[in-house]
């Protein structure tokens, strides 16, 4: 599943909450972008190859992930997706709310 993600299977659940598990931990994230990348795709790569994309979400600073780990991605109506890496990163230019910033990059 994981290596037929692409970045329009999530457009429908932007502005939705999703929960990010690290651990024991949950977070509960609200999904603001799913953008492709194409200039991180592998040069020649195969015809059919996904499109690079990464996936921006916000949460309450009350409960943040600092760094980068590893974690299982639950959305309802997705489902499950395991072992992918979400990483914390800088609010510039994101917006003046006081809420943490996440990515996850599928490449």
Known sequence: ????????????YLNKECKISIGDETL???????????HAAIPDAEEGMRIPFSLI??????KTLE?????????QQLGEINNILI???????????????????FS
């Open 1 to 12: 599943m994981l290596a037929t993600l692409t970045a329009q299977d999530f457009q429908g």
């Open 28 to 38: 509960i994230l609200v999904l603001t972008e799913a953008k492709e990348n194409p």
């Open 57 to 62: 979400f916000k949460g309450h600073l009350d």
């Open 67 to 75: 760094s980068s780990a590893n974690c299982t991605f639950y959305h």
């Open 87 to 105: 990483t914390r990163i800088a609010s510039s230019g994101l917006s003046k709310e006081p809420v943490a910033w996440y990515q996850i990059i």
